[in-house]
């Protein structure tokens, strides 16, 4: 470890109690020693032995329908989701509203994002549909296994296949070691050659297989070239898949109009776009501290706060980029609408 390493080390050791998941940051988390231990397979099974516990704590309030569906698959798709005219609406302002927005170009995709809050909220009152949306912030809550306050955005995906190198998002991976929500409103069909959302059903369920796999990724993902595995989103190669049993994984088409909940514990990816797209959604996601007992107590979730997130973790990452030289991913583009071409 490097000085300052052994100065931020409390800061390292306590990281290990929350949701920190980075073996090339945290050296305490990458140390492969520790992890021979059993540090991560640790922090995995405990995880999912309190996700199972607060799950059970957030199922009434969720039909049983889609809970036995999403608990089967590990992803929940609920089609013509808004009230038509709602949706033309919706539509029809992402096509001529102009919002302050943000961009990062991951290799041939462009991600747009403009935050839903307090200030854009009223400007597309059709979002509230879903963003405060009792159903929809209980179904999160379930599949998150958490309580909290999920954080939304309007999302444009951009591929531009003729331009740039693969996009790391299209190799199947797990965003984190415990279950975390997503959810989208797609806004457009998205088919087989649209880049739609890649799932393997069933993949969100810690199995002994998955288990010792985890384990055998813990004693080299610190130094493992691909950044985002080493970043603990491990990705995962066709040869290992074949040693679970798992389903193979499945493109999830939909018609537009369709809200697809999934935990991003379990394998999925975006599939590989073959011709130029451009796709809008609302965006949300939740994800809190892994091994909380209980599911109440959510400071984020306070009147003023719970739909600031988005800004206030900008806000940070732009004070971080000026202080650190640390460069913020998300770059400021000024006002577009969501369905204008690439800036960045
Ligand atoms: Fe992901």
Known sequence: ?????????????????????????????????????????????????????????????VPAEDRAAFDRDGFLIKPD?????????????????????????????????????????????????????????????YVASTGGTPVYHLQTVIAEPERGKADPQTELHSDTFHPTA?????????????????????????????????????????????????????????????????????????????LVYADTYGFHARSVSTRPTLRMEIHGYLRRNPFLPFVGLDPLGIPGVAERQLDIYLAWCDLREKVTGRRNVWRPVGKVTPASPAHV
């Open 1 to 61: 470890m490097k000085a300052i390493d052994w100065l931020k080390s409390p800061l390292y050791a306590a990281e290990i109690l929350g949701s920190a998941k980075s073996f090339r940051h945290n050296p305490i988390l990458g140390n492969a020693r520790l992890n021979e231990m059993g540090l991560h397979k640790r922090r995995v099974e405990l995880a999912a032995r309190m996700a199972e516990r607060r799950r059970a704590a957030l199922a009434a309030a």
């Open 81 to 141: 989701f808004l009230p038509a005219d709602a949706f033309a609406r919706l539509k029809d302002r992402l096509y001529n509203q102009e919002f302050e927005a943000r961009e990062m170009r991951q290799g041939q995709t462009v991600t747009r994002m403009i935050p839903l809050d307090a200030r854009t909220l009223p400007q597309i009152p059709e979002a509230a549909h879903v963003v405060r949306n009792d159903l929809v912030r209980s179904t999160m809550r």
């Open 182 to 258: 997503k959810v989208w409103l797609f806004l457009q069909d998205v088919g087989p050659e649209d880049g739609p959302f890649l799932y393997a059903p069933g993949s969100h369920r810690l199995t002994p297989e998955r288990l010792a796999w985890e384990y055998e990724q813990s004693l080299t993902a610190g130094r493992d070239k691909r950044a985002h595995h080493a970043l603990g989103s491990f990705r995962v190669r066709p040869e290992d898949f074949a040693r679970f049993d798992y389903a193979p994984p499945r493109q999830v088409t939909v018609a537009a109009n369709t």
